[in-house]
């Protein structure tokens, strides 16, 4: 029997435990931690959580929301790779990225295993590397240009007035500067992935090459050389695509994070009490937009216990009294929990249907 290329030791119960275990304590504690604070046991929770037609509606519509984001995640890699891979395949390389991504920190991602998936899909590693790199670029492109937009619609006090609830200068100061850092460290490598991919990947191949060539990288510099010279093999490619290819991009990368924002709007919709107007949905855009910039520099699996726990902090005067955790764990039941659960299942299925086309052992 083969031995299991590297990419797949992840999938291994040794590497899954450890971050499952992390997650769900730390969830679990946050909970438990609520439930005291409030005087609340678990069947007052429940009988306080409004069950109706309403509720299961707008519900439904988060969960609609989710599969639009993967529906157009899907399209993007339909169109990064002119359309080779089939849907099946777009939809299994896109729900083990979304399994990797929660069961990694935050700043590592799902990115490592999809370039390996990608490559076993008949790509060429160059190419594997662009089409990651071009999701990664769009991503964090997109959701950096959220904060500056939603400010000239929402009053910045009305976005950060949670924060003062805190009680603490120092862990409010301490939230606004961790969200600064990261908003500019994400700044900073969306501004080198766009010199590397398009406006001079020809210095960026030649500076990487000397690198290689530093006796400790001999190990892995002939397979480094390659992959730099497919990479800017895929960057002229890429800078040499019409306008409506990358219309269509943005298009795709849009409607995915309009997805993803929606699902926490529904939630908050759902569980409010009331209609919501569109300046509470606006600012609760505005809100996520500092979410998940936070959530990027979590050290916990899919930020697991920071997204909650940021949640509970951000949205608490759009929520009832109480339930700040328990929808911080529907919202995030529908659009990270069940990445967990489908990941192995999942990753079986394309391992049997790669390993049939005699691609897994793919150099």
């Known amino acids: 029997m083969s031995p299991k290329p590297p990419a797949l030791h992840r999938f291994g119960w040794r590497y899954l435990l450890p971050p499952l275990l992390l997650g769900g304590g730390l969830i679990a504690y946050l909970w438990q931690w609520q439930l005291a604070q409030n005087g609340m046991a678990l069947a007052d929770l429940w009988a306080k959580l409004p069950k109706n037609g309403?509720?299961?509606?707008?519900?439904?519509?988060a969960l609609s929301m989710d599969w639009l984001r993967d529906f157009a995640?899907?399209?993007?890699?339909?169109?990064?790779?002119?359309?080779?891979?089939?849907?099946?395949?777009?939809?299994?390389?896109?729900?083990?990225?979304?399994?990797?991504?929660?069961v990694s920190p935050s700043m590592v991602g799902g990115a490592p295993l999809a370039l390996f998936m990608l490559t076993r899909?008949?790509?060429?590693?160059?190419?594997?590397?662009?089409?990651?790199?071009?999701?990664?670029?769009?991503?964090?492109?997109?959701?950096?240009?959220?904060?500056?937009?939603t400010t000239l619609l929402v009053d910045h006090a009305a976005i950060v007035a949670p924060l003062a609830d805190l009680n603490s200068g120092l862990m409010e100061g301490g939230v606004i500067a961790g969200f600064w850092s990261a908003f500019g460290s994400m700044?900073?490598?969306?501004?080198?992935?766009?010199?590397?991919?398009?406006?001079?990947?020809g210095w960026v191949n030649r500076r990487l090459k000397q690198l290689l060539r530093w006796r400790r990288m001999k190990p892995w510099r002939r397979r480094g050389w390659r992959m730099l010279d497919d990479l800017k093999a895929a960057s002229s490619n890429l800078r040499a695509r019409p306008q409506r290819?990358?219309?269509?991009?943005?298009?795709v990368t849009s409607l995915a994070w309009i997805g993803r924002y929606l699902v926490l709007n529904c939630v908050l919709q759902a569980f409010a009490g009331h209609t919501m107007g569109w300046q509470e949905h606006v600012l609760a855009f505005a809100r996520q937009a500092g979410l998940y910039v936070l959530m990027v520099v979590s050290p916990t699996p899919g930020s697991a216990g920071m997204a909650e726990m940021a949640f509970a902090w951000l949205f608490r005067d759009l929520i009832p009294p109480g339930l700040e955790l328990t929808l911080a764990m529907i919202w995030r039941g529908i659009g990270y929990y069940p990445y967990l659960i489908i990941g192995i299942p999942m990753m079986t299925w394309w391992l049997k249907r790669v390993r049939l086309a005699g691609l897994l052992e793919k150099e």
Not at 74 to 88: E, H, N, V
């Open 54 to 61: 309403a509720v299961f509606g707008w519900l439904g519509l």
């Open 187 to 201: 700044a900073a490598y969306v501004a080198f992935l766009a010199f590397a991919l398009f406006v001079a990947p």
């Open 121 to 149: 899909e008949g790509l060429s590693l160059g190419t594997a590397t662009a089409i990651v790199f071009t999701t990664v670029f769009l991503d964090q492109a997109f959701y950096l240009g959220i904060p500056p937009v």
């Open 73 to 102: 995640y899907m399209w993007q890699l339909r169109i990064l790779t002119d359309r080779r891979l089939s849907w099946l395949a777009c939809c299994q390389i896109l729900l083990i990225w979304n399994f990797s991504a929660a």
């Open 245 to 251: 290819f990358w219309w269509q991009l943005w298009a």
